[in-house]
């Protein structure tokens, strides 16, 4: 056995004395035990006993046992389940408090046999978990569990977790439950599984927590191709910010204006998006995920683009005249909008034809009262009791679609003079027979001249 004796006086706050055990490496179950002793005269601790046990020469960690009062020799038992190919060294540091007095250790053993004070671990296995979810460490023993005892899960580097709760099988067998919450990259390394009892300390092998990054693109998609209805994409998200491996690819796209969205799981590196609206610009992204619990990575760049516009879906409806003059005709139809237009960017036009001068007149004209709930136009500079063949035309980049032809007549109208030029006279005795040409304009029926 090892012997260390630390005398205080004179010594001030602070300083160490250290004893290192040879390097131990287990096949199975063992326990060290050691006996200590801490006296003073003036009842004041003369200093703390820490106990470290350092795994294949990493660091020294947090101690795993100490105490800085006791007036006798008492014993303490060490249940280190740290198991081959793996080995570890005991530590004992003094630490002094500047108050005189002896700290001693005694009589260290290493026994082939279970502690009969300290319950014992099994190997704690790795935790591997996505970022922002719980880690749960099991750390099972063999022993008995007293109401007195303390668990904990002692990180190195890391901060400690807390007990979650316990299930005893039976007096011979336990197990504890820690969570490590919100896991992060911070969070990540090696952990053991602590228990302190009234004769000593367990300490179980160290485990790593692996804490991986959700995968997010580093790009946004590509467009390949563009429809009125669909659009064709590349995902482009072999490169990836996070941890694969990516066990699954889905498209979020949503509306760029308005809150409607939708995701499509994907099982290829391109994917067409169907049954889309007409002109409209979407935003595209791609979610992927890793194995396991929250695995899913926010969504990458997103890919801004517009359907293109479809063809009409067909001309205006129920057009109708509303008055009707002599040298105008005023007409009306059903309102409609983007469900007939399939496009915001369109324009209507108003087509007629005439016979003038024996001649047939064609003329189109834009109405610009298409936004209105009773829109109407009004075509000016007609004649006057002539045939009018009016349709309208409804018209986007991709198409144009017509209504039904409207045949009105113009009302008539003030007939214009009978040339001078025209009017001869034949004279006789009694009477004067005069003879004239039609007026040039006759504007409808003429039903009377007078002389």
């Known amino acids: 056995g090892s012997f260390m004796l630390v005398n205080t006086s004179g010594r001030f706050a602070g300083q160490k004395a250290h004893l290192l055990l040879p390097h131990l490496k287990e096949n199975d179950t063992h326990c060290i035990d050691f006996h200590y002793y801490i006296s003073s005269k003036s009842g004041s601790s003369p200093g703390t006993l820490n106990v470290y046990v350092k795994v294949n020469d990493g660091p020294i960690g947090n101690p795993v046992w100490n105490t800085s009062t006791t007036g006798t020799w008492n014993r303490a038992e060490l249940a280190i389940s740290t198991f081959w190919p793996n080995f570890y060294q005991v530590v004992f540091e003094v630490v002094t408090s500047g108050h005189p007095g002896y700290v001693a250790i005694d009589e260290v053993k290493v026994l082939g046999h279970p502690c009969t004070k300290t319950p014992?671990?099994?190997?704690l296995q790795s935790v591997e978990v996505n970022a922002g979810q719980f880690a749960t460490f099991q750390c099972t023993a063999n022993g008995k569990l007293s109401p007195s005892d303390r668990l904990w899960l002692q990180g190195i580097y890391v901060r400690d977790a807390p007990l979650k709760n316990i299930k005893v099988f039976n007096v011979r067998r336990f197990v504890a439950l820690f969570n490590v919450v919100n896991a992060t990259k911070r969070d990540a390394g090696n952990y053991r599984c602590m228990i302190r009892?009234?004769?000593?300390?367990?300490?179980?092998?160290y485990a790593e927590l692996i804490v991986k990054e959700?995968?997010?693109?580093?790009?946004?998609?590509q467009l390949s191709s563009v429809g009125a209805t669909y659009l064709w994409i590349q995902l482009n998200a072999n490169s990836i910010n996070g941890d694969g491996p990516i066990v699954q690819r889905e498209v979020e796209y949503r509306t760029s204006s308005g809150s409607w969205y939708d995701i499509q799981p994907v099982d290829s590196t391109s994917y067409k998006i169907g049954h889309l609206d007409p002109d409209t610009e979407y935003e595209i992204s791609v979610l992927l995920t890793r194995p396991g619990e929250g695995g899913t990575g926010s969504p990458g760049p997103a890919l801004k683009t517009r359907t293109k516009c479809a063809d009409p879906m067909r001309g205006p409806r129920k057009l109708e005249v509303v008055e009707i003059?002599?040298?105008?005709?005023?007409?009306?139809?059903?309102p409609f909008g983007y469900n007939v237009t399939r496009c915001h960017r369109y324009n209507l036009t108003v087509h007629y034809r005439y016979q003038a001068g024996g001649q047939e007149q064609v003329r189109e004209e834009v109405s610009w009262d298409t936004e209105s709930?009773?829109?109407?136009?009004?075509?000016?500079?007609?004649?006057?009791y002539t045939n009018v063949s009016i349709k309208l035309v409804l018209m986007n980049p991709e198409g144009r679609k017509e209504s039904q032809e409207l045949v009105v007549q113009t009302d008539?109208?003030?007939?214009?003079?009978?040339?001078l030029e025209s009017i001869q006279g034949s004279t006789f005795?009694?009477?004067?027979?005069?003879?004239?040409?039609?007026?040039?304009?006759t504007y409808g029926v003429i039903t009377l001249y007078e002389v």
Request: glycine residues 4%; negative net charge.
């Open 120 to 123: 014992h671990f099994l190997r």
């Open 197 to 205: 009892t009234e004769g000593g300390v367990g300490v179980s092998n």
């Open 214 to 221: 959700p995968p997010v693109p580093i790009a946004p998609p």
């Open 325 to 334: 003059k002599s040298r105008q005709i005023t007409i009306c139809w059903e």
């Open 373 to 384: 709930s009773h829109p109407q136009h009004t075509i000016t500079n007609l004649s006057p």
């Open 412 to 419: 008539e109208d003030v007939p214009s003079a009978v040339p």
């Open 429 to 441: 005795e009694e009477k004067i027979f005069l003879q004239w040409r039609e007026p040039a304009q």
